[in-house]
């Protein structure tokens, strides 16, 4: 599994972050990658000093955000391409991870065969409300984030996901991350005005495997042309009946997920989608 974050956080909020998602649980073969997108030079600093000889650990640097992207989604394009995790769980680092989040994620991920599973943590977006956990072939069949790549909407993948009929659900995720770690709004620092960022040499240590960024981007590629074309033309046919989300209870180290139920916070959020 890969724990994907994307980091332009001071020191205290970056390492909170980076800390929370090496210290999962019930994963194995972890693979936690770090796109910087604006971090301060003391982050950086600091990121190296606690993380530099962990093989867990990848930090990679930002590319200029293209035409017709959103900041968001190229991020999480990035961020994907760098991954080797056959589950790509995106993380908020305003909301540090529980010991059990990405476990239970995958775990429900998998046991009800869904495509991409949405975590709600409550509280707003500008703290981290929201986490997803996808399958990594079907997070490529669409071809990634660019399925969204105009969609600046936190929810922009599960809606892209939702106008293929991909397989999609979400949970309440409050056990798993809990709001006691979260960061306070006046710690978050505003969006940069630049598109281009300063770019770091962060060293041959931070990057993935050529192999595998090759298959990623091949595999985004092929679907960017005819099969995500075709793909497309038949989306739009079905844009007014999008598919449905199933609905889960809360997610927990104990049961992994809860039995569906009347839960007024997933209900505001099934709205929130369309």
Not at 10 to 38: E, I, K, T, Y
Not at 56 to 68: E, I, S
Not at 126 to 142: H, P
Not at 149 to 158: E, T, V, Y
Request: aromatic share 6%; proline share 5%.
């Amino acid at each position: 599994m890969s724990v994907l974050l994307s980091l332009r956080h001071g020191p205290a909020v970056a390492l909170a972050a980076v800390h929370a998602a090496v210290a999962q649980r019930n994963v194995s073969r972890l693979d936690v990658v770090v796109l910087d997108v604006g971090c301060t030079e003391s982050t950086y600093r600091a990121l190296i000093r606690e993380y530099e000889d962990d093989p867990r650990v990848r930090l990679l640097d930002t590319a200029r955000v293209p035409n017709g992207w959103s900041r968001s989604a190229h991020r999480a394009q990035q961020l994907a391409v760098g991954a080797r995790g056959r589950i790509l769980f995106f993380a908020d680092p305003a909301a540090p991870l529980g010991p059990y989040a990405a476990a239970a994620g995958a775990s429900l991920l998998r046991r009800q065969k869904l495509d991409l599973l949405v975590l709600d943590a409550g509280g707003s977006r500008r703290t981290g409300r929201f986490a997803f956990a996808a399958d990594t072939d079907a997070y490529w069949r669409i071809g990634g984030h660019r399925a969204a790549a105009r969609d600046p909407h936190p929810l922009a993948l599960l809606r892209a996901m939702r106008r293929v009929h991909a397989s999609t659900g979400f949970a309440d995720g409050r056990r798993v991350i809990p709001a006691a770690t979260r960061a306070h709004a006046e710690e978050l620092p505003p969006e940069p005005r630049e598109q281009t960022l300063h770019v770091r040499d962060h060293g041959e240590a931070t990057f993935g495997t050529l192999s595998t960024t090759a298959r990623r981007l091949i595999a985004a590629l092929r679907a960017n042309g005819a099969d995500l074309a075709g793909m497309g033309d038949a989306a739009s046919q079905r844009a007014d009946a999008p598919g449905e989300s199933t609905m889960y209870g809360q997610l927990d180290e104990n049961t992994m997920y809860g039995e569906v139920d009347e839960n007024t916070m997933l209900e505001g959020l099934s709205r929130e989608i369309d």
